[in-house]
C-alpha cells in the first residue's frame, strides 16, 4: 500500500509508541509494571521481579503509575520505512535507490525484512530471478557474503530489493517488474 501525498502519511506521523515488556513484583501480583534492561522502569531491581512474556499496557487499570507516566514519555520509535530510508542513505546511489527512497517516504509498506545466511535467503526470499536492474550486484552480494540482510518492497509496477550486507560494504538497491504471482 502506498499513501497519497496529501493523506496526511510521513514518517513523523507514522512514528510508533515505545513498547516494554511487563513485570511483577515477585509473590505481589496484582500491578504490572514496565520492564526495562534491568529492572522495571520504576526502579524495581531486577532480582525482585518476574517478568512476564506479555506488553506492559499503560492504559490497564493494573498498570503502576510510575511506570506509565514513564513509558508514555519514552521516546518514540522509527516505523519500518523510516528505519529502511536510514539504512540505505550510504547505499549505491542511482536512479533505483532514488525511487525506493521516494517510495518510502511515501508510505511503501515493507514487506519483508529480515537477515540470516546469504545462500538461503537468496534461494527462498531474494526473488533474484525477477531482477531487471542491479541484477549483477545483488548476485554477486549474496554469492560473497555468509550473512547478509534484504528488504522487499512493492511499490507501483517495481518490486525493489534492498541488499542490507552486514559488513562494511555499500547497501544495494535491485529491481524487478511486480508480479501477479
Ligand atoms: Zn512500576
Redo the contacts with the bound molecule.
Keep these: 500500500m502506498t499513501h497519497d501525498a496529501d493523506d496526511g502519511w510521513s514518517f513523523a506521523t507514522a512514528r510508533e509508541a515505545a513498547s516494554f515488556g511487563a513485570g511483577e513484583l515477585t509473590n505481589v501480583p496484582g500491578i504490572d509494571?514496565?520492564m526495562a534492561e534491568s529492572g522495571?522502569?520504576?526502579g524495581?531491581p531486577e532480582q525482585q521481579v518476574t517478568r512476564y512474556m506479555h506488553l506492559f499496557e499503560p492504559a490497564e487499570a493494573q498498570a503502576?503509575l510510575?511506570?506509565r507516566q514513564q513509558a508514555q514519555a519514552a521516546p518514540t520509535k522509527p516505523c519500518a520505512q523510516e528505519r529502511l530510508h536510514d539504512r540505505l542513505q550510504d547505499a549505491d546511489p542511482g536512479q533505483t535507490r532514488d525511487d525506493l527512497l521516494a517510495a518510502l517516504r511515501k508510505g511503501a509498506k515493507v514487506g519483508l525484512w529480515l537477515r540470516g545466511p546469504a545462500s538461503q535467503l537468496a534461494r527462498h526470499y531474494a526473488g533474484l530471478d525477477s531482477l531487471t536492474e542491479g541484477t549483477e550486484a545483488a548476485v554477486e552480494a549474496f554469492n560473497t557474503a555468509m550473512s547478509i540482510g534484504l528488504a522487499r518492497v512493492e511499490d507501483g509496477a517495481w518490486r525493489f530489493l534492498a541488499v542490507l550486507p552486514e559488513d562494511d560494504s555499500r547497501p544495494l538497491v535491485a529491481r524487478g517488474p511486480r508480479t501477479l504471482s
Design positions: 509494571h514496565a522495571t522502569l520504576c524495581i503502576c510510575d511506570c
